[in-house]
């Protein structure tokens, strides 16, 4: 254990002040960082007052899984703010069934949804884990993606911002459909809440934007105040239509966040950044938006939910229970070893 730890003071202690830069693939063309990127947000109550934040997010959870099948169910809200209050909030819910069919996954979901007859190809590079193919329980995840998308463009119209929780890059097969949808809007940016991004000098970003803000005398201004650092890349990947920034939302946080904003952003990125630093004071996450918090909580399905789900439609199966067990066995042995104490 003691090199281990040697190991760890000696990143502590690395300092490094060369030139640097954020490392992406091809499709990004990085901007050296500089002190004079970081931009200070000037919260005005007034911006506050007369907008309205969405804050979307999803749920989901697997109820039943064989190697050919999954049942799953999705819930998708959305929590409006206003004065920084919450004034609205409202849930979708549905159960989604994914099926191999002649070596494809074959989506119906209850009630119908714009999701129902869905197909993907389990090879597919974007869904697969590693050299494996994907599971079916990997196609409810990407049709709650789906989900969160379209509900924020069906409630586009009635809110001046939308705020989606991750990124705004397609990675799934179709996505990159629903999001150009929603950009029509001109309305869109998201918070991601990790971020494992880092530089040519082997830095993560996240630490290396703080300590120039700390360090560097020219950024001591920005000590008390919360700011957003941008450019930082020029984005030329076709399927992430984004600008990409790095925020500190409230002066006394420890956290900064990536967030982006939708190409044709119609909005005032200035106003956006005040209303999201005016709402982000809560001390149970300070510098977080409380509208995430609440709509995370609000879409999440918890695991006694998620029994409680499981005993129902058990139930409902009656005497054909007992035959739908037998294909559960084949993937839900590791479970039962989670159990096991001794």
């Not at 105040?225 to 420890?254: D, M, Q, T």
């Not at 709402?279 to 399905?301: E, K, T, W």
Request: glycine share 6%.
């Amino acid at each position: 254990m003691d090199g281990l730890v040697e190991d760890l003071k000696g990143i502590v202690a690395r300092n490094d002040s060369a030139d640097d830069y954020l490392l992406m693939n091809s499709k990004y063309v990085p901007s050296r960082l500089d002190a004079k990127n970081f931009h200070p947000i000037k919260t005005s109550m007034q911006d506050v007052e007369k907008k309205t934040l969405l804050f979307v997010d999803g749920g989901n959870s697997i109820l039943f899984e064989s190697a050919t099948f999954c049942i799953g169910i999705i819930r998708v809200a959305g929590i409006t703010y206003s004065g920084n209050k919450r004034v609205k909030r409202d849930a979708k819910e549905f159960y989604v069934s994914v099926k191999e069919l002649s070596g494809k996954y074959r989506v119906k979901t209850y009630p119908k949804t714009s999701f129902d007859g869905m197909v993907f190809d389990p090879e597919d590079e974007s869904l697969r884990s590693g050299m494996e193919r994907c599971n079916t329980s990997r196609i409810v995840s990407v049709i709650r993606r789906f989900a969160e998308i379209e509900y924020a463009y069906n409630n586009s119209e009635t809110n001046d911002y939308i705020v989606m929780d991750g990124t705004l890059e397609a990675r799934y097969p179709l996505e990159d459909k629903y999001l150009e949808k929603l950009f029509s809007s001109g309305k869109t940016c998201a918070i991601s809440k990790t971020c494992t991004l880092t530089t040519k000098n082997g830095y993560g970003i996240i630490k290396k934007l703080s300590d120039m803000q700390e360090n560097s005398q020219e950024c001591s201004k920005y000590n008390n105040c919360s700011w957003y650092y941008n450019p930082i890349v020029e984005n030329n990947n076709p399927r992430h239509k984004a600008e990409l920034y790095f925020v500190k939302l409230h002066s006394g946080a420890k956290y900064i966040f990536r967030m982006e904003l939708q190409k044709g952003f119609i909005g005032d990125e200035q106003e956006l950044f005040s209303m999201l630093s005016a709402n982000s004071i809560d001390p149970i996450f300070l510098g977080y938006p409380y509208g995430l918090i609440d709509v995370d909580q609000y879409a999440r399905i918890s695991e006694q939910e998620s029994r409680m789900l499981q005993t129902k439609i058990s139930a409902r199966l009656g005497k054909d229970w007992n035959e739908l067990s037998k294909h559960l066995t084949s993937t839900n042995a590791h479970s039962i070893l989670d159990k096991i104490r001794f």
